[in-house]
């Protein structure tokens, strides 16, 4: 008996501990779609991290709001939790961009923001105070630390006539409309020569066929900065209204910005694109760069 219950109390604890190392109450995942999240999520980090990491998950919007927001925010804290790879915190404050709270985080994660999401309607010091927020982003990145878009953070910030703002040309690029809307048929290929990059490995040189939105993007967008490793596959995928001549549609890439790293990924529009494990690992490999954990090759 006593030997029985030696092998018997590890386990319950294990099975006890579980639940709360995951976000879940009464053994239900807690958040919008949590229960399919849950099965999808990555089993494990891309890399151990160096220390405890911090990521703020943003997604203020002045403009159009994605539906998936809540979806792609449980996502994102479930993925933490799980993995340990770093501590989620959803937080729209904009207090966290001023000067003297930005460090405490390790990277920021734009996740589908949308037109000048530093920019408070109403208060008389709110350009000032979204370009000061704008500038202590880029010190924060050049610094060292990271910076990660989903989806519509090219649709951020984006340039107006010859004016191009910092950001634009950090994340490469500003939405330019969208061809292929959320319920179109599209297959998303590994960029050639990248099949064994440790961000998209997982995809053995292969694509990904689903609906999503993906986006055309225009200047200052040039995939000859950044290390692109996921492009649209134009013939496998529906086509229509497209304005780019060269047919570069780039859809996910890592960068190096000052001292800092970049990554940039289109997908988010569709709340399933939350729980394919597939994108959930690109999301990880990418967000783990971000964070300064994951050494991958980048420009
Ligand atoms: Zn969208």
Request: proline content about 5%; hydrophobic content about 35%.
């Amino acid at each position: 008996m006593k030997q029985r219950l030696s092998l018997i109390l590890p386990v319950a604890l294990v099975a006890a501990m579980i639940p709360l190392a995951i976000g879940q109450k009464d053994g239900k995942p807690q958040g919008k779609n949590a229960d399919k999240i849950a099965p999808s999520l990555p089993e494990k980090a891309f890399a151990e991290s160096k220390k405890k990491r911090k990521l703020l998950v943003f997604s203020r919007t002045n403009g159009f709001r994605h539906g998936s927001i809540p979806t792609g925010l449980t996502a994102v804290r479930m993925m933490g939790e799980k993995t340990g790879a770093f501590e989620a915190i959803l937080s729209d404050d904009l207090g966290n961009f001023e000067s003297d709270r930005i460090n405490e985080f390790d990277a920021i994660l734009f996740l589908n923001t949308t037109g000048d999401p530093f920019f408070e309607k109403g208060k008389p010091d709110a350009q000032a105070r979204s370009e000061r927020l704008q500038k202590n982003l880029q010190d924060f990145v050049k610094s060292g630390k990271g910076f990660a878009g989903f989806h519509s953070a090219t649709d951020t910030l984006k340039p107006r006539g010859d004016s191009i703002p910092e950001y634009s040309k950090m994340i490469n690029g500003a939405f330019d409309g969208h061809p292929w809307g959320g319920g179109s048929n599209v297959t998303i290929a590994v960029e050639k020569g990248q099949e064994k990059h440790p961000i998209v490995a997982h995809l053995k040189g292969g694509s990904m066929s689903f609906k999503e939105e993906i986006y055309q993007l225009r200047d200052p967008y040039d995939s000859s900065k950044v290390q692109m490793l996921l492009r649209l596959d134009l013939e496998k995928s529906d086509k229509k209204g497209l304005k780019r001549t060269d047919r570069d549609y780039g859809v996910g890439w890592v960068r190096k910005w000052g001292e800092g790293r970049v990554f940039y990924c289109s997908l988010g529009h569709n709340d399933a694109m939350y729980w394919h494990p597939d994108v959930l690992k690109i999301y990880l490999g990418g967000l783990q760069y971000a964070l300064g954990d994951f050494d991958v090759p980048s420009k």
